[in-house]
């Protein structure tokens, strides 16, 4: 018993003075995000995890389409500037940390209508006619009478089409006629002629009364989603 309570007291002793290390993990250094998507004018922050020593920061490819802004060892904010691809290096010691950014063109998914002072919409089909169109935007043109159902204004560039007769013309239809011929309708009729449909107008019936008649000057503004 005796030398029992002598060894335990030992133990005691020998754990006060060397206590049991424990083990931690280590976290790594590492980027939020080794991908990143953005839009043209905007920014995001692009985090670095974990990181207490100094990082140079550097656009390693793509300088025109993005800038490094507000840099620290936490991180560092990226602005897009226009379309393109890039990538961002974090460079710690002999270590560096890689991020790819793809910089988009933001989309146009609605038109706005500016006609004698009032504002009008238009919801955009998705198709290659429409997506030529808004790179021309925004414009103010001056739209020409014809048949007493629509307005039309020839574009000073042509734009792929997809052209089919449509089974009948709607009040605030947006069409293409040829590859040219921005078309807009205020009356629906039946037609035997061919287009590419662009888009709707989402108030059609005061749509059509603000054009009125004769030619018109009308302002069209793409929405950014």
Partial sequence: MKKSRLFFLFLVIVLLVYPVKQSYAVEKVALS???????????????????????????????????????????????????????????????????????????????????????????????????????????????????????????????????TVPSNINTGDIMLYGNDCLVFFYKSFNTSYRYTSIGKVTNPDAFAKALGAGNVKMTIEGIME
């Fill in 33 to 163: 995000n080794t991908k990143l998507t953005m839009i043209e004018g905007t920014s995001k922050q692009l985090k670095l995890k974990n990181n207490k020593k100094k990082v140079v920061w550097s656009v390693l490819s793509g300088k025109n389409y993005i800038a490094l802004q507000d840099k620290s060892r936490t991180g560092v904010r990226i602005a897009a500037k226009k379309k393109g691809t890039a990538k961002v290096q974090a460079t710690i010691g002999k270590k560096k940390y890689v991020c790819t950014i793809a910089v988009k063109s933001p989309e146009v998914k609605k038109l706005k209508l500016t006609v004698n002072g009032q504002e009008f919409f238009a919801n955009l089909y998705e198709n290659a006619t429409t997506k030529e169109l808004v790179k021309a935007l925004p414009m103010t043109i001056t739209m020409k009478e014809l048949n007493g159902n629509e307005k039309y204004y020839y574009l000073p560039s042509k734009l792929p089409v997809n052209a």
